[in-house]
């Protein structure tokens, strides 16, 4: 935590009385939509939003350092979406649903839970156009106690390696595209050297960084389509698209065979709809680097339906090709992923390199969108002043970009990749990580829709963009089903690790949380009262043109 009682030399304190020309979010800009600001300060006011939730909605970033347009955003949703998932999850949702009709109505409302969170998380962004996504949300809705979200959100931000495991699955495909022995060592050496190389892209070479981001992205979805073309040249018997003679050939869409099998229990439902539903985690990707968009409020609003829409059609139409060219038994049975399936019955096992290069690039894409967006939240968290080195984190020094926030994801992910031994360890961080999210979705689907009511009248929520009530409800449900599903006990026979209680990931999240708070009151509780100050927090402006918060030790008497 910053805490000092004068500014960091190079800094200008208080905060310009007026905010500077170059911001995209003047007191005119505010008065548009709809939060009301002080002229002179140039903060919230006067319903004392300020005062009560210390939070500015608007950022005085400058538009110098606002280089994300529509395409950028669009593909920093869509990078971090598709991952791997879309090559392996089909045969996943195939054993829960039981048939193939079930699986793409699975798909379907999978798709409609995305589109409800991408409202939800489009109406925040288009009425706080600033980075940090959850975490600029819930401390607008959470105000009392003073800094404890921040403070409990960092710890997640900070300590969880959100690239660690994209990392190896890189390192697994990149090897076997190039016939190199896939073993524990090379897999985590290749995985450093993965994440090592996104850092420099996004840490040094910002533009090159985006623009091979971009590439990557563009290049994901034209192997997607060229993959959903195939099964539909396929399906139709077009010459040079035929199943290989010695592989079974599918007849999954016979209105019979459609539904044959269908498991309607509630166990393989809720397991089914469990994994569809983190299949499309990553809709709020842009809203963690907001501040960095150009017009943030209508490229948000363009954004990412657009992206959610490119990801929804990508799964459907990747969908019916692998059912087109793949029978029902054979993905069942064989324990492979569905992609290599379909490489194998329609171009033949040779391509198997050819995949697994095409999955190694789609990882990489998705650990530059990771880290693209998870280092910006660092430098947010930064620019709260909680954390030590706060000036540190929020700099943009030296390559103008936030290479110290980007450095700090980049370590942790390294550490959690290098010392996780194979096995139970990886699942357990693809659900640690997995799990706070949909907690902080119900906080602030569930403050969205508490804003609406007349109790929450002074915060004066007046985005440009409202979802409707119907849909932030449904989004804030099937958050909760997302949160009370890893607590039930799986059915005898199944478990969630080989090893580890099946509750330890929700239990080991929790528990960050808590770690949190303990943070939180031992710093802005217990050592002011124990030394006799209290601490007062005011924003400066950095070298860079960014500003940031920091904290002046008041003493008591003083205050008083």
Not at 23 to 41: H, N
Not at 208 to 228: E, P, R, S, T, Y
Not at 503 to 515: C, D, K, M, P
Not at 538 to 549: A, F, L, P
């Amino acid at each position: 935590m910053s805490s000092s009682s004068s500014s960091t030399p190079g800094e200008t304190a208080p905060l310009l009385r007026s905010r500077p020309s170059s911001s995209s979010y003047d007191t005119i800009t505010a008065a548009k939509y709809g939060v009301a600001v002080d002229e002179e300060t140039g903060r919230e006011g006067p319903d004392g939003h300020a005062e009560s939730g210390d939070t500015q909605l608007f950022d005085n970033v400058p538009e110098s350092k606002r280089q994300l347009g529509i395409a950028s955003a669009i593909f920093l949703i869509f990078n971090r979406v598709i991952g791997t998932g879309v090559f392996a999850a089909p045969s996943i949702i195939l054993r829960s649903s039981g048939s193939v009709g079930m699986t793409f109505i699975m798909w379907i409302l999978g798709s409609l839970v995305a589109a409800a969170g991408t409202a939800v998380f489009v109406e925040f962004g288009t009425g706080i156009p600033r980075s940090g996504g959850e975490k600029t949300y819930m401390e607008y809705l959470i105000r009392r106690p003073k800094y404890i979200v921040t403070c409990v959100y960092a710890v997640y931000g900070m300590g969880l390696g959100w690239m660690s495991t994209s990392g190896i699955v890189f390192g697994e495909y990149a090897l076997h595209a190039l016939a190199i022995p896939v073993t524990p060592v090379n897999v985590r050496i290749t995985g450093f050297l993965s994440v090592t190389f996104c850092l420099i892209m996004h840490g040094v070479f910002l533009k090159q960084g985006l623009w091979l981001q971009n590439a990557l992205g563009l290049f994901k979805l034209v192997v997607l389509v060229l993959i959903a073309l195939s099964g539909v040249a396929c399906l139709a018997g077009v010459p040079g698209f035929e199943i290989g003679s010695q592989w079974e050939r599918p007849e999954n869409y016979g209105w019979h065979n459609l539904w044959e099998g269908t498991d309607l229990s509630a166990n393989a439902f809720v397991t089914g709809m469990y994994n569809v539903i983190w299949s499309f985690i990553g809709y709020s990707n842009a809203n963690y680097a907001l501040s960095e968009v150009r017009d943030p409020v209508r490229t948000i609003k363009r954004a990412a339906p657009l992206a959610l829409l490119f990801v929804a059609c990508a799964y459907l139409a990747v969908n019916i090709a692998y059912f087109a060219v793949v029978s029902k038994a054979d993905m069942l049975g064989s324990g492979t992923a569905a992609a290599a399936l379909f490489f194998r019955n329609l171009y033949g096992p040779a391509t198997s390199r050819l995949l697994s290069a095409i999955i190694a690039l789609s990882t990489l894409a998705n650990n530059l969108s990771i880290l693209f967006s998870q280092g910006r939240v660092t430098q947010e968290l930064g620019r709260e002043g909680v954390l030590p080195y706060s000036s540190f984190f929020s700099s943009n020094k030296p390559f103008n970009a936030p290479l110290a926030g980007l450095f700090a994801q980049w370590l942790v992910s390294v550490i959690t990749m290098l010392g996780a031994p194979p096995g139970d360890a990886y699942l357990f961080i693809v659900n640690l990580i997995s799990y706070p999210l949909a907690l902080f979705n119900i906080i602030i689907s569930g403050g969205l829709l508490l804003l609406y009511t007349p109790a929450y009248k002074s915060y004066d929520w007046n985005p440009p963009f409202r979802a409707y009530k119907p849909v932030v409800a449904f989004f804030f449900f099937s958050n909760i089903f997302l949160a009370v599903v890893p607590m039930i006990p799986p059915l005898p026979g199944q478990s969630v690790y080989q090893r580890l209680p099946y509750w330890s990931h929700v239990a080991t999240a929790i528990g960050i949380g808590f770690v949190g708070v303990i943070y939180w009151f031992v710093a802005f509780r217990w050592i002011p009262k124990q030394k006799g100050y209290k601490l007062e927090r005011e924003t400066v402006m950095q070298e860079d043109g960014i500003s940031r918060n920091v904290f002046k030790r008041i003493p008591v008497h003083e205050a008083e």
